[in-house]
């Protein structure tokens, strides 16, 4: 089974100074509040979202679903529970996370598999304004992995501060109005 976990912590111009960085790199994992029994299908999903401002980080909303293959990766470029740059295919004894330089659009690459035990994260950033606005809003996106038994989750499954693997190269700066 694959447990993930997808923080998205949002900001903007106005705490993107030193100490205010250093508190969104601290943010690399949370709890999730789950029933043990509902989990049914192969992957366990949250999402988090956050939002920073100059008064500290604040929870936006918290989601979790349970995925099956319809989550998986088939090799075509669709809309992804994963976001736009982020795949997981099913492997020999685990899970392949597969990335994309560019939004469904560049060459996906695999980036590590996961076995049972094992854990990884992906780390990146990236920038967007809206076509209406003028504010850029800056987000910092950590994907958390682990392949573990169903019987071994808890809600702090993804607290590994070192986690098995460790992705932290991808970073696009766009504007969202092309």
Request: charge should be positive; glycine fraction near 6%.
């Amino acid at each position: 089974m694959l447990f993930v976990q997808e923080i998205v912590l949002v900001y903007t111009k106005a705490v993107r100074y030193g100490n205010f960085a250093n508190a969104r790199r601290a943010v690399k994992f949370l709890p999730v509040e789950f029933d043990n029994a509902d989990i049914s299908d192969e992957i366990l999903f949250n999402k988090a979202e956050l939002f920073q401002s100059p008064e500290g980080i604040r929870e936006q909303r918290s989601k979790v679903k349970i995925l099956g293959e319809n989550a998986l990766f088939t090799g075509k470029f669709a809309a992804d529970f994963f976001g736009e740059r982020i795949f997981v295919k099913r492997a020999e004894n685990g899970y392949e996370i597969l990335y994309t330089d560019k939004k469904q659009r560049g060459w996906i690459k695999s980036k590590f598999t996961l076995t049972n035990g094992k854990s990884g994260r992906i780390v990146y950033n990236d920038r967007s304004s809206f076509w209406d606005c003028q504010v850029w809003n800056y987000y910092l996106i950590t994907f958390n992995f682990v392949c573990a038994d169903k019987a071994d989750f808890k809600p702090k499954i993804f607290f590994r501060k070192e986690p098995d693997f460790v992705f932290t190269d991808m970073k696009e700066l766009c504007y969202s109005g092309f």
